[in-house]
C-alpha cells in the first residue's frame, strides 16, 4: 500500500483544510465531506482506507452513525475519531463501537501521523499474512487432490487383492479356473 | 535468550508428547525455543533442565497449559475449505437424517456431531450454522455438538464465541456473518441460537475417549498431522470404537488413512473424500 485514502469529515471548514493541507504535504489521498450525509454518500461511491470524522456534527448522521456505516461497507475501513477534551467518554464509546483509535482537539498532527504509520504497518502485515495464506491454500487444494487420487486407488486396489487372495485360496475349483478367476478382477471394469 | 541443549531437546520433546500427544523430532530446536522461551524466562528459570524441573513439579498445571498453549497450533477458519461444508450439507447431513428419523413422529431425530481438535471453535460453528440453514426449525432434532481441543485458552475461546475482524472475515460471507453475529466493541459474538447448539470442552486426544458416547459424524480435522505414526493409529482406531456403524469421519484435506487404520474406507462424492466403517 503506498499511499493510503482518507476521508476526513468535519463541519468546520478551517480544519477540513487544514487536514487537508497537512496530510497531502504527507502524501496522503484525501478527500473532504462538511457532514455525516456527505459522507455517507462518497462512502458508498467510493473505496477509502481511513475515515477521520468530527464526533459532534450538524444533521442527521453524527460520528458515531457514520463509523457504524463506514463499518457496515467494509470492515476494513479503519475509523479514527476526533473530540474535544470534554468528551473523552464518547471517545471510548467509539472505540468500542470499532474505532481504531481517537484525536484529542486541537489535532497534533505529528501525532497523527504516527498513527496513521502504524495503522499503515498493521495493513501491510496483514496484507503479507493474507497473501500466505492464499500461497498456502492453492498448494494444498493441489496436494489435496493428488492425495484424493491416491487415497481411492489404494483404497481399490486393497478390495482386488482381497477378492484374489480369496479366490487363489478357494481350493474347491482347480488351479486353472482360480487363475482365470483371479485374473478377471485386474480387468478395468 | 534461553539455549537448549540436545538433552535437553530430547527431554522437553519428551515432555511435551507426554501432555499434548504432539510429536516433535529434535529438528525442532528452533521451535522450541521460539516458542517457550518467553514463558521459561517469565518462570525465573535458567536452563530448560530447571524449567521442566519447575513444569512438572507445577501442581496448579499453570506452566503445562502455557507450553501447550505455546506449541499447539490455532490456525482455523469459519468454513476452512468449502468442500467439507458442502459435503455435509449436500450428502452426509440429508443421508443421516434419513437414517436417524424415528418412525414415530412424535420423536425426535437425534445427530450427534464430535470435532475433535475444535481449537476456538469456528469448524464447529460452521456445522452448527450448515445445521441450522439446512434443518431450520430444530425442535423437531435433538442436535448435540460437541469440541474438544487440548488447549484451555482455545477451549474458552471456542465457549465465548467471541473473535475479531481478523479471525471472522476470512472464509465467512458476509450475509452470514450479519444473520449469525452480532458486533460488540471490536469483536463478533455469535448468536444465542447457534451458542446454545455447541459444547466444548478439554480433551487430550492420547487419552481414553471414556465417556463420550457414539457419533454420528467425526470430523479429526488437521490434527494427526502433530502425531507420530503410532500415535496416528491409535487415535484412528479409538475413533472408529466410537463411530457409529453407519457414521461418517472426515480428516483434513491433505491427510490420508493409507497405512493408518484399515478399519475405515475412503469414500469419494464430488470434491472431497470421507470415511465409512468397513
Redo the contacts between chains.
Sequence with gaps: MKTMRILVTDDDPIIRKLFAKRLRQEGYQVTLAPDGSEAARLLDAMPFDILITDLVMPGGIDGIALLKRAKEISLDIEVIVITAHSSIDTAVDAMKKGAVDYLEKPIHFDELFLRLDKIREIKSLQKSADDLREAIQVTENSAAQTIQELEMINSNLLIKIDEMEEILTDFSQNAEARIERALKILEPR | MLKISPDETRLITRYIHEISGIFLDESKKYLLETRLNAIAEAEGCRSYQDFYTKAKADASRTIERKIIDAISTNETLFFR?TNPFQLLQHKILPELIDARTPKVPSMKTPLKVWSAASSTGQELYSVAIVLKELLGDLSRYNVKLLGTDISDTAIAQASSGKYN??EI??GLARDKLQKYFS?T??SWKINDQIRSMVNFRKLNLMLPFTGLGKFDIVLCRNVAIYFSQEDRKKLFNKIADILEPDGYLLIG??????GICPRF??K?HL???FYQLK
Design positions: 475449505d475482524k481478523f472475515e476470512r458486533l466493541g471490536q484435506s491433505t491427510e490420508s488413512l493409507t474406507i475412503p469419494r470434491r472431497s473424500i
